[in-house]
């Protein structure tokens, strides 16, 4: 089954081995667009290369012979032109590509003027130093070439990315310390992770300072730097000793919101910016937004339209803001104004929660108290159930004496409704753990697949079919159970799921953790699309858990939620009556 992002693979690999082989620019840009319309598209690409093939063709990004190598690619397992491609090249060639700061321009450099064709080749060449000889090959760039083959002798094969919850918190350690600068005026971070990005490959960080040297210095002595790759006036570079890059653009005041729009990407959005400022007679880079002179007026200077913020640069090309995390979404819906979506302040309810007694590390009045001091009016211990004996589930006569405890803290703590619940596996023939008559004592049921996670797609959409249908079931807990560059988890049939939710009155969750964000975006498109709720949960184990919630938050915008889709931000009357309405359910 070719999966969205398997599809994207191949049309990436196709794009960087047409690079190299010095074919046609159209042709790779073509290939590389197509790669990112396939990682961005909510629906199955290789169920509708089964199903219903013509539909590949209202994919943006996707034409006539895209479309017809992702039925290839389903149909067969493989794509006749990759092949191809492959035996122009020795096979230790695109090995290369996964060196830190490598493309395939340097490949294809190495390649022709060095005749580097693998990892060993380019070990050789640097230390004989025949690359000295090779042109646009200096001293500096043949350093990053060594430490780029160290960090992969040390690492293994592959492109390094990091997770967001990973990434971010590096950029605001730094932002922190270029905020305390002398002279700063703004600071941001820009980029795949203010995008929302489940993964990135660097960070970007910019500061507006009426004071450059002193930015830089602060850069420059941040904790944590393993490799100063660059250092001039305005563009500085790093690689931390975790191994990640960071870029920071030193830039006036005046001109931030050019810089933070051209950053923050992604290439689509910015293409498509551009041409709409030609197309107006003004011309759009990162210093910002300039009137073109007309024909008759030689020599005269482009007059500066906007700059200062994004939204400006935004307005003076007729267009509505355009929040971060919609950047990569099609350019044809960029001229509608986009809903508003669901922010951090919007949440007042945490549905998914642990405490010891199961696996999670605090009480539930702490865990309450947690919650309560984040101003939520609820909050529900969703301990394991039975089958996760690896997480301490609990038996049925644990679980009833959790209720009491779960009574009693309520009563204790007051000022916040403290729900009892559990966190119930869907076995693999999608049974639930608990019996109908335990599961009914229960104020919130989350019900979460654990095991049997390399299903087939029909058998894994059969299982969460019957946990939606089931009448006491309130969410569907990370509903694939992937884990970010750790497992792939279950691909079931997410249309279906969701409408079948949206009858059922089931929300489907995002979970917030930086390792899972399951519901993805694509999932949480297809959501919103349908109209079923979702629940944004941090599956909290321990105090740092409830912090994930910003990325469960930029998952859902990506995907375009908005507050209304959301369970956790209803009122506190409403939603325990949606809680209750499934007990009601099951008893008229």
């Not at 990135?200 to 002595?221: I, T």
Request: proline share 3%.
């Amino acid at each position: 089954m070719a999966t969205n992002q398997e599809c994207a693979n191949v049309f990436s690999q196709i794009a960087d081995l047409l690079e190299i082989t010095g074919a046609n620019g159209f042709k790779v840009n073509a290939y590389r667009k197509a790669a990112r319309s396939c990682e961005n598209e909510s629906r199955d690409l290789g169920q509708l290369a089964r199903e219903s093939p013509t539909e590949l063709r209202k994919v943006e990004g996707i034409g006539e012979s895209t479309a017809a190598k992702i039925v290839e690619l389903e149909t067969i397992g493989k794509v006749a032109e990759l092949e191809a491609l492959r035996s122009k090249v020795p096979p230790g060639l695109p090995v290369l590509l996964t060196l830190q700061g490598v493309g395939p321009k340097s490949v294809k450099l190495l390649w022709d003027s060095a005749k580097v064709t693998n990892i060993d080749d380019l070990r050789a060449a640097i230390a004989s130093g025949a690359l000295l000889t090779v042109e646009r090959m200096g001293e500096k760039t043949i350093a990053n070439l060594r430490d780029a083959v160290a960090a992969h002798d040390a690492a293994g094969a592959g492109p390094v990315r990091y997770r967001l919850g990973e990434a971010i918190p590096v950029a605001e350690s730094m932002l922190k310390i270029l905020r305390a600068a002398h002279g700063t005026v703004r600071v941001a971070f820009a980029g795949s992770a203010r995008r929302g990005r489940e993964t990135v490959g660097d960070l970007d960080l910019l500061v507006s300072s009426e004071d450059p040297a002193a930015a830089k210095a602060a850069f420059l002595n941040c904790a944590g730097i393993g490799k100063v790759l660059a250092q001039g006036d305005t563009k500085c570079a790093v690689q931390l000793a975790t191994g990640i890059q960071v870029d920071l653009r030193i830039v006036k005041d005046n001109a931030f919101g050019a810089a933070l729009m051209y950053f923050t990407g992604s290439v689509d959005h910015n293409i498509f910016l551009r041409e709409r400022a030609i197309a107006r007679g003004m011309r759009l880079n990162e210093y910002g937004l300039f009137r073109v002179p007309k024909e008759n007026s030689e020599g005269a200077d482009l007059s500066l339209v906007a700059a200062e913020t994004e939204e400006s640069i935004y307005r003076a090309l007729e267009l509505p803001y355009c929040p971060p995390e919609l950047r990569e979404m099609h350019c044809s819906d960029l001229t509608k104004p986009s809903p508003t979506l669901i922010e951090l302040a919007d949440i007042k309810a945490e549905l998914h929660s642990h405490t010891t007694a199961s696996d999670g590390d605090m009480s539930i009045i702490e865990l309450a108290s947690l919650a309560k001091a984040r101003g939520f009016h609820t909050v529900a211990v969703t301990d394991h159930s039975r089958a996760s004996a690896q997480a301490n589930g609990l038996s049925v006569e644990r679980l009833l004496k959790h209720i009491d405890a779960i009574r009693e803290a309520e009563a204790k703590l007051g000022g916040i409704r403290i729900l009892a619940g559990s966190e119930v596996d869907i076995m693999a023939d999608g049974r639930l753990d608990y019996e109908d008559d335990v599961l009914a004592k229960l104020d919130v049921v989350v019900a979460s697949p654990h095991t049997a996670l390399k299903q087939a797609p029909q058998a894994a959409t059969d299982r969460l079919l019957r946990a939606i249908r089931h009448p006491l079931v309130h969410i569907l807990g990370h509903p694939t159970g992937r884990i970010i560059q750790g497992r792939e988890g279950l691909a079931p049939d997410m249309e279906l799921l969701c409408r079948t939710a949206k009858e059922c009155g089931t929300a489907m969750e995002i979970n917030c953790h930086w390792s899972r964000l399951d519901l993805r975006d694509q999932h949480v498109r297809i959501a919103v699309a349908s109209g079923c709720m979702i629940a944004i949960d941090c599956d909290i184990h321990s105090l740092g858990d409830a912090d994930n919630l910003r990325y469960g938050i930029a998952t859902a915008r990506r995907g375009g939620l908005t507050a209304a889709g959301c369970v956790n931000t209803l009122s506190a009357a409403n939603l325990h009556e949606w809680l209750f309405s499934k007990r009601s359910s099951l008893r008229s």
